[in-house]
């Protein structure tokens, strides 16, 4: 008998086994869920389909508690809604997702990004439902999303308590087909509400300068974190309240903002002995001031654009000043986002995988 013959009817006898003899089926509970856990969300809800037993494990709670939709997939409401009705708590979306969205219950989720890159016809049928169910996150980015009313009460009125981290990203509200800056109300009802804020973010992210008035004035002391970038309504007067009131800052970009050298005074002055970045790409600054960021004590990355083409005296005053700072890292913004961290790492999530023969179907209990 050939080799391969002999390989053929081994195989054949092995598919005759019971299913009670497979070693896999004998393994217990608390190792098949290891196994499954290296599994994608596709592979897991097959997974699911096979026996009561896996199907069981498989609704384990552990499985569902990061989710990531972003591997340019087509993502079914259906399956959104699984996966939040299996407890997921940690939530990234930069998929687009298709059909409508109902959710029965609150949902469990303490971070949440939507990074909508997709054009919708009507995205609020979807991330209306999905913000309404939130009643505790810790954690909200959003990007490229047309705010409303109900987006931002959902925000505020549901999340106050719990709140420490909001994003708001290429975020405005449209009117007649155009993007707007955002409602002095919407920013007025996020500085009252959410009280606990550690860190706020708007980038890209048009205020007006009442809103940004309002901010300044009002917005918690225990924040350490504060975006304000591409608004040039931003002015000196601005940060030295600012930095009066939230003196504990560790970050503060103001890329592209209508500050001049008077602000960096102020930063130095109150936040010396805890600003660790500071963000100052596109604005009046001299570089000449820089140089007093000698007294910041803990300044480790200072974005600032170091490339004017032709101009050999600048270039001279910034090898000065790194000569004389060796302990603060100059960078672009772009490199500042992904090297030192300043935007959302994710690990540790499942990921969906769309595949065109494959077809969602609800795991039932």
Known sequence: MSTKELAKKQLEATSDLQVANCYFQNLPNEILLKIVDYLHIGDLLRCGQTCRRLRAIVHEESLWEKVNFSCNSLVPTGLLQLILELGCEYLNISDQIVGELTLNQASQLKYLTLNLNFSYIDANKIFDPLLSSCHSLEKLHLSYLDLNSSVISSICTQNSKTLKVLKLTWCC????????????????????????????????????EESIDYLVKNITPKVSKICLCTNLSVKDEHIHILVGRCTNLTELNLFRTG???????????????????????GTSIDLAMLFELRAMEKLKVLDFNPEIPGNE???????????????????????????????????????????QDTKFKQISN
């Open 173 to 208: 509200q449209s009117s007649s087909g155009r993007a707007e800056k955002l409602p002095f109300k919407f920013i007025q009802q996020i500085i009252d509400q959410c009280v606990e804020l550690e860190e706020l973010t708007f980038c890209q992210t048009r205020l007006s």
């Open 259 to 281: 500050i001049t050298d008077l602000s960096l005074f102020y930063i130095i002055e109150k936040q010396q002995s805890t600003l660790e970045k500071l963000g100052l790409i």
């Open 313 to 355: 005296d600048f270039d001279d005053e910034l090898e000065s000043f790194m000569r004389q700072n060796p302990s603060i890292e100059i960078v672009h913004l772009g490199r500042a986002l992904l090297k030192q961290g300043w935007s959302d790492k994710i690990s540790n999530f499942r990921y969906y995988e769309y595949r």
